[in-house]
């Protein structure tokens, strides 16, 4: 009876703290609303996720109504809610964007980690008060960190799109690469670029020496070319004065006519050696622009080479571009790491805390345990392990002595030796379905063990073998675990099941994370303040 009897009585123990959270769920879980006290209002959700009827409504955090009801209809669901009459709720007022402006506004929220939400309300300011059977304008489903998560997950389908426009561009500047940086690709870049400084040299000389005629040369303002201009508007006005008064003064006339002759035959004598000059800087001018011209011809024509060669396939840039193959190994690789990257980013890891009271030893006795899972089926397990009986050695020494007469004595002295150090454990785990068996070092000791799961893993039995070679019963150590509450669970069972001297009934709680809950605690974690 009494190996039965601490087992029987964590039993019990669990059993009454079950109906004890019970009996205040139902304690704590009544209407606020009743009667005439409230108002029946609707509100339409895209997510109703952890909602259900009696869900509180809160205002300022302060209890106002609750959930009635939830009805689908269509993708959406229509959430039918009691809100005590004396908050008042407002409709809003269109604002310049056509959005609503100080409208009575219900959000979603998360109370805790467990998935537990409530309704937050803000009553608005402006517009017509709602009355009964009415909707409430705006409803926000996703807040804070779901809202954040939902929005990396549209930017993880952003970022392979930028992958590839990333492999694109890489592709073009090898392309470039091999075209251009190879020495003959150089050279012709060199070519070109001479061929440019040299056209921009001579057009500058040109429109240097076009300057100069313009002011200083014949052309210039007030030089030989003004003076013949101005001289035949002279002759002109005289010709003209001339045919008035042609019958009256015919011989002046004449006498004028050949005054304009002479000076315009001194004009043009004293002048001519400018204009042939000037035709004949205009003429080297010219062919200079044309052979800077022909130069350029060339270097377009090599560039016109270069390209029909690339789309050709020849050369580096020509396979690059039109060899589908190296394309397709190229694709390859990138599939390759692709893989690799997706098979890191898939574990998974998690942390387990575990005290237990040993009630023989009437100590308590402490687990660390890091699991890191790489698929579903397969764990590696460590763990560190505070154990008030500490590490136990046994050490035997064996004496023969020879005393008179050739009779010899022996001797055998056995030590047990007990250091207070961490014990380790590492272990390899694999599961079907409802079984899971592991094997490797338990408590710095070779070991194996196994675990029967059931209600999804919510209750489990776990058996434990260990300790072969220490020269007793090797340890078999059981325990039943239940967890309770997400995260947290509770654990009772006998160490030692085949030595009745060290049998030993232990039963304790525990707590479990992974990695996604750890990052769900440090974001929603409160932040320090510096005042």
Do not use: C
């Amino acid at each position: 009876m009494s190996r039965i009897r601490a087992p029987l009585l964590v039993g019990l123990l669990v059993v009454g703290a079950a109906f004890a959270s019970f009996y205040a769920l139902e304690r704590v879980d009544k209407s606020i609303t009743k009667g005439d006290e409230t108002i029946a209002v609707t509100a339409v959700f895209s997510d109703v996720t952890g909602m259900a009827e009696k869900t509180r409504v809160t205002l300022a955090g302060y209890p106002v109504g609750q959930v009635q009801a939830i009805e689908l209809e269509g993708s959406v669901a229509r959430v039918r809610l009691r809100i005590l009459k004396k908050v008042t709720m407002f409709s809003g007022i269109p604002g310049p964007d056509g959005r609503l402006a100080s409208a009575a506004t219900l959000v979603r929220r998360q109370a805790s980690l467990l998935g537990d939400y409530y309704l937050e309300l803000a009553p608005g300011a402006s517009g017509e008060a709602l009355g009964e059977g009415d909707e409430i304008p705006v409803v926000v489903t996703s807040t804070g960190l779901e809202a954040a998560l939902s929005k990396l997950d549209s930017a993880a389908e952003i970022i392979p799109k930028i992958d590839r426009i990333a492999g694109d561009i890489s592709r073009i500047t090898d392309n470039l690469a091999a075209v251009l940086g190879t020495e003959k690709g150089q050279r012709r870049l060199d070519e070109i670029a001479d061929n440019v400084v040299k056209a921009s040299r001579d057009m500058t000389v040109i429109t240097s020496d076009l300057k100069d005629r313009f002011n200083k040369g014949s052309l210039a303002r007030g030089g030989s070319l003004d003076k013949t201009i101005a001289s035949l508007e002279r002759f002109a006005r005289t010709a003209e004065s001339f045919a008035a008064v042609a019958s009256s003064s015919g011989s002046r006339t004449l006498r004028n006519v050949e005054e304009v002759s002479v000076t315009l035959r001194d004009l043009v004598g004293k002048n001519s050696k400018g204009v042939e000059s000037t035709m004949g800087t205009l003429t080297s001018t010219l062919k200079k622009l044309e052979e800077s011209l022909v130069r350029m011809d060339k270097a377009v024509a090599h560039v016109e080479s270069i390209v029909a060669k690339v789309d050709e396939g020849k050369g580096t840039a020509g396979r690059l571009i039109n060899d589908s193959k190296l394309v397709d190994k190229a694709e390859e690789v990138i599939g390759d790491a692709s893989k690799l990257v997706r098979r890191f980013t898939s574990i998974e890891t998690g942390l387990s805390l575990r005290t237990e009271f040993m009630q023989k030893a009437d100590a308590f006795k402490s687990h660390v345990t890091l699991r890191i899972s790489p698929r579903n089926d397969k764990d590696f397990l460590l763990s560190l392990t505070d154990d008030p009986r500490g590490k136990t050695r046994n050490t035997r020494l064996v004496t023969t002595s020879t005393l008179n007469q050739g009779v010899s004595s022996t001797l055998q002295e056995s030590t047990t030796e007990t250091s207070d150090s961490l014990k380790i454990s590492l272990l390899y785990q694999l599961r079907w379905n409802w079984f899971r068996a592991r094997f490797g070092m338990i408590e710095s000791s070779a070991g194996t063990g196994f675990d029967l799961t059931f209600l999804g893993d919510a209750l489990w039995l776990s058996v434990d073998a260990f300790a072969f070679g220490s020269g007793n019963l090797p340890r078999v150590r059981s325990a039943l675990n239940w967890e309770f509450i997400r995260h947290v669970y509770a654990y009772a069972g006998v160490d030692s099941w085949l030595d009745s001297k060290a049998r030993e009934p232990y039963f304790g709680l525990g707590v479990r994370f992974t990695d996604d809950d750890i990052q769900t605690l440090l974001l929603t974690a409160p932040r320090i303040s510096s005042n």
